[in-house]
Each structure stands twice: as C-alpha cells, then as structure tokens.
C-alpha cells in the first residue's frame, strides 16, 4: 500500500470509530429493574472468555464482530479462543498478573443459549462495569453505560436467537478528567465486570418499579406506588404484607401507575431491633416478593431522630474491598466479613465510602441492624465546568436511590466528599443536584462531605456554602495527622456558619502499620502508638464540638492505593485502617470500641460533657 493510501485507509477508519462514539449512534443503556432477585432470572456468572487490550486496538479492529477466515488468505488478527478466561463478578486486576495495575481495556465474551417464548420479554442485566462498558449482541451493539457502581440493563426481545447466542463487553476502567470520580482519587481503581450479569425474563406487561416506605415524619403511614411496563397497564394493584394479614388493594392508570397509602401498625426498624417484612407487590401479570423494614429518619433541631428518638451514629468507613483478597469485593460472604467487623467495633452505621456499593453490602447491613450512609463518587478533581458532568451526576444519583429506595437501612444519601468552592461551578451544580435528590427522596438525610474548614489559634472556623442545604454538617480533618495540633484537644474551639444544625465528624483518623512501634510523639515511624495518641486525642476533642451527632473514623481496613508509596509502611496501602489488610488489630481499634460501649452505656449529653 502506498503512502496516499494507506494515509486515506487510516482516514476512514479514525472516521469510522469516531461515527461509532458520536452520541446517539447506540442506545444508552435504561434504568435497571431494581430486586433483581425476585424476578426471574438466569445467572451468566462464571468463567468468560477475554481478550486483553491495553493498546485499545479492538476498537477498529472490530472484535464484537468475531470474524474467522473466509479462504486461505485470510487471517485475523484477533480471537476469544485460546485466550484466558476471567471470572465474573470479579475485578480483571486480581485475576492476572500482567493486569495487576491496568487501567484500560479488556473485552470479555459469554455464549449462552436461548428457548423463546412469544409470551415473555427478556433483559440483559448487569450489577456494574467499571468504568466504561459497550454491549454487543451477536455482532450488533445494543448499547452503553458510564458509571463502575450502579447497575445498567437492555431490553434484549426481538434480537437474542433462538439457540447459541453471544454476549461481548468492552470494559474500560481508564481514568476521565470529566468522569465521577475523575482522574485522582485515593482507592483503587478496580476494573472489569465486577457485579452479576443476569437475563431477566418478565411477562409483557411486569412490575418494573415500586416505593413502599413511611411518609416522611409519620410511624405508621406507608406512602409509594408501583410502576407497570408493557402494553396493558391498566391493572388491579394488591399489596401485601402477611405478617400483618394486611392487603391493601389499588390500580394503575392507563399509563401503569399507581399509587400507594395506607396506614398499618408496624414494628419499626432500629438497629437495635432490624425488624423486616415479607411484602408482595401483585398486578394482574406480574408478582414481586421483597424484604422491607419501616423506619422513620429525621433531623429536629440539632439533633438526628431514629422513630422519633435521638440517635447518636457510631460509623466506620468501609471501601468495597475485602481485605483478605485485596479484591473487589461482591459477594454476600464479602458483605458480611466487612459488616461483622463493623459490629464487633461497635457501630451501628457504616458509610459506604465514597461510591455505591454492592446490593449484598446495602441488604446484608440491613439484616444486621446497621445503617448505611450511601455516596456518589463526586470527589475531588471533579469538572464541574464540563457541560457533561452535571448530566452525569444527575444520572448516577438516579440509579443510586432507584436501586435502593425501599432499602430502609439506608438513611443518608451523600452527594459529594472533599469538593472545593473555589471550583468553577461546583456550588451551582451541587446545589441542583441538592435539590434534585430531594425532590426524588425526601425521606433520607441528604450530606454534603466538607474538608475546607480553617483550623487556627487551635479553633475551627467551619462554613460552606452547601452546608446550607445539608440535613448535617459533615466534616473531615485530620488534626494530629496531616495538621499538627495548636494546643490542648480539649481546649479547641468552634464556629460555625450553621450552629443549629448536627455536626457530623465523617473522617479523621491517622497511618500506621501494624505491628509498628515507637514512640507516641513522632509520626516517621507510622507507629500504633502515634495512632492511638491520636485516636484519644480526636476523642478529647470531640468533647467540645456542639451539636455532635456521630462519628465515622477513616477507617476500618487497611486497604490498596497506589498513590501510598512509602516502601517501608505502605507498600501501596492507606494504613488508616483500625484493622490491618489481615484483620489484625490496631491498638486504635480499642479506643474506638471502647468509646462506642459507653456512647451505649451512658448516651449523648453525658457523653459530650
């Protein structure tokens, strides 16, 4: 091929890939129906075939197409067999060696086999994809989906065959400055398939959506409604809850939708008592089972109210790693490792830092009477100034509460961590998606995470403009660790630009290997001495904040992060962890425990004396 030609066969192609990703050339991918497990489902877990691609060369080379030879001058410079095989769920980088550290692409491949039935519709439904995932059919893209920790699904009847049929993903977890979270952030950046893949058979007309939760500020008054999809969507409505022997009856207008009200007397969900009920949704065509508790969450004043009673939050930050494995974690076994560690500390909250995690983690706390503090990944670095990011934002924080609305141990949504007024058009963007959030759900606490307070003369001095529009003030310092004290922790002083409102310490905490020893005035030797200095230090101090309404310590495991490049004590970990990477624990974990047993023992005004 000559110069001219080979220049204009290059043209065509960076043409063609670039038709390819202009919008509106596939279909996004549509909300996901959410309690997946009650419908009807057929796992595509396990072993899928893969094709590495860290040159990102698939693209133009068409791989979703699976060419083979068509004479003996042909060839392709591609193929799924032979290759190695990946597990799913299960991040790529665990799995082999050479993608120990890619952020990039890897292409997987799943052949499953289909028996149509007229009366059916059938979904492909996927728990997540880090960060970046194209959906081809047999050949034919079916769509896309931005966002590693919200689920995504595609309506597949009409194109899946009758017989063999093949499924390929193209998974990118490569890092975007205008994506959430964007290039910089302090976890790692776990790629592939990480969550369930599913197909979903659903009659023609389903239940696609529901809301059964309490009226906001009631204990008895259940408010919601249920959502039809298909073409009969005028149907009789029944909710039932046995244990209760409570039917109540509706039904759906013409556009599938109906709404809820009815009084009961419930047991009322606490982590003291997590109790939950058997609810059956009914239409006509389509029945959902679901497990739901009724709580009521609110803030009066300066203080938090669990059904009407203070609460103090006892939290820990989780991310969604287990630590053992040093693996995304997924699983119900990896949910409970995590939760159980919680419980022995003695918490009674967790914030699920700083994305939402997995349905196991949301469901399994639930069950143990632990509530759960869900967050967007709008941390740091975000560009607020890109047009697209506040659509993303939007879009993500919708999957988030669709998923887990009826979740009733979720009782904060947190919108963003560690963003920075100073930022072009952070404000106004997080100022809307404040008010968007409310207008979706009213009946949890809405946060804003903040970590611009000054700290002088031994004082804080804490305002934001978003504190405006959070049901708390939540904070994140590390005095001791990242700032030196300036005086006595029990002689600290406060202002705040919002002094009625609960104050919330959402982080702070300190490094230290386990093991380490030293003295408890130098931090060079990350030393669990030095940690547990400041652990009692932070608790002093807490003593002087008004309005305290909870603790989260960063945080409960040691975990992986590539920027923690000290070879001696990191060794790619952020050693903040009460437990290490091994569940070993820090002398810090007992005065974190200690504190937690008598915020039990003797409540909060006692307490903050």
């Given at each position: 091929m000559n110069k001219i030609a080979k220049n204009t066969a290059f043209k065509k192609v960076g043409l063609w890939v670039l038709f390819l990703l202009l919008p509106g050339n596939y279909v996004k991918a549509q909300t996901a129906m959410m309690n997946v497990e009650s419908?009807?489902?057929t796992?595509?877990?396990?072993?899928?075939?893969?094709?590495?691609?860290?040159?990102?060369?698939g693209e133009w080379k068409q791989v979703w197409l699976e060419k083979k030879p068509q004479s003996k001058t042909d060839f392709v410079e591609y193929s799924f067999?032979?290759?190695?095989?990946?597990?799913?769920?299960?991040?790529?980088?665990?799995q082999l060696p050479e993608l120990t550290y890619l952020e990039g692409i890897v292409w997987y491949k799943k052949v499953f086999h289909y028996k149509s039935d007229n009366g059916k519709r059938l979904f492909l439904h996927f728990g997540s994809?880090?960060?970046?995932?194209?959906?081809?059919?047999?050949?034919?893209?079916?769509?896309?989906?931005?966002?590693?920790f919200t689920p995504f699904e595609f309506e597949i009847t009409g194109k899946v065959k009758e017989g063999e049929n093949s499924i390929i993903v193209k998974a990118d977890n490569q890092r975007l400055q205008n994506g959430l979270p964007a290039a910089g952030y302090d976890w790692?950046?776990?790629?592939?398939?990480?969550?369930?893949?599913n197909l979903i058979e659903t009659a023609k007309t389903f239940i696609e959506d529901y809301a059964v939760q309490l009226k906001k500020g009631s204990l008895n008054k259940v408010l919601g409604w249920v959502q039809l999809n298909g073409s009969n969507t005028k149907q009789k409505i029944k909710i039932k809850i046995p244990e209760l022997n409570k039917i109540y009856k509706t039904e759906s207008d013409s556009k599938g939708h109906?709404?809820?009200a009815f009084d009961s007397n419930l047991k009322l969900w606490s982590p003291e008592n997590p109790k939950l009920y058997k609810v059956i949704i009914e239409s006509e065509t389509?029945?959902?089972?679901?497990?739901?508790?009724?709580?009521?969450?609110?803030?009066?004043?300066?203080?938090?109210?669990?059904?009407?009673?203070e609460i103090f939050f006892k939290g820990v930050n989780i991310h969604e790693e287990n630590p053992n494995k040093g693996t995304r974690a997924y699983s119900r076994e990896d949910a409970l490792l995590l939760l159980n560690s919680?419980?022995?500390?003695?918490?009674?909250?967790?914030?699920?830092?700083?994305?939402?995690?997995n349905e196991n983690m949301i469901k399994e706390a639930e069950k143990l009477g632990l509530m759960v503090w869900s967050e967007l990944p709008v941390y740091q670095h975000i560009q607020f100034s890109d047009s697209l990011v506040p659509k993303k934002m939007e879009k993500m924080l919708k999957e988030m509460i669709h998923r887990d609305k009826n979740r009733c141990g979720v009782v904060i949504w947190s919108l963003s961590n560690e963003t920075y007024p100073g930022t072009p058009n952070r404000t106004n963007a997080l100022i809307e998606l404040t008010q968007k959030c409310r207008a979706l759900d009213s009946t949890r606490l809405i946060n804003h995470v903040i970590n611009t307070q000054s700290y002088s003369n031994n004082a804080f001095n804490v305002s934001d403009p978003l504190y405006e529009y959070s049901d708390l003030i939540c904070i994140n310092e590390y005095i001791g660790w990242y700032i030196p004290w300036q005086g006595k922790p029990s002689d600290v002083k406060w202002s705040f630009a919002y002094p009625d409102k609960p104050v919330f310490i959402s982080e702070f905490g300190a490094e230290a290997l386990y093991g380490s020893k030293g003295p408890a005035d130098a931090a060079s030797g990350w030393t669990e001495e030095y940690q547990k200095q400041i652990y009692s230090d932070q608790l002093e101090m807490f003593k002087t904040i008004p309005n305290l309404c909870g603790i989260s310590p960063w945080l409960l495991f040691d975990y992986k992060s590539l920027g923690r490049m000290n070879q001696v004590y990191q060794k790619g970990y952020n050693r903040k962890g009460l437990l290490s990477e091994k569940g070993e624990k820090k002398k810090a974990w007992y005065i974190i425990n200690d504190y937690y047993k008598k915020r039990r023992e003797i409540g909060r005004e006692a307490a903050v004396k």
């Open positions: 419908r009807h489902l796992g595509l877990n396990g072993k899928w075939q893969v094709i590495l691609d860290p040159t990102r060369a067999d032979g290759g190695p095989m990946l597990k799913v769920p299960g991040d790529f980088n665990s994809v880090n960060y970046l995932a194209e959906v081809y059919l047999n050949g034919e893209k079916i769509g896309s989906h931005e966002g590693g790692f950046n776990f790629g592939g398939i990480t969550r369930e893949v109906a709404s809820v389509d029945t959902i089972v679901d497990t739901i508790g009724f709580r009521c969450i609110e803030v009066q004043g300066s203080k938090v109210l669990l059904n009407k009673k919680a419980k022995e500390l003695g918490c009674n909250l967790v914030r699920l830092a700083h994305y939402p995690h």
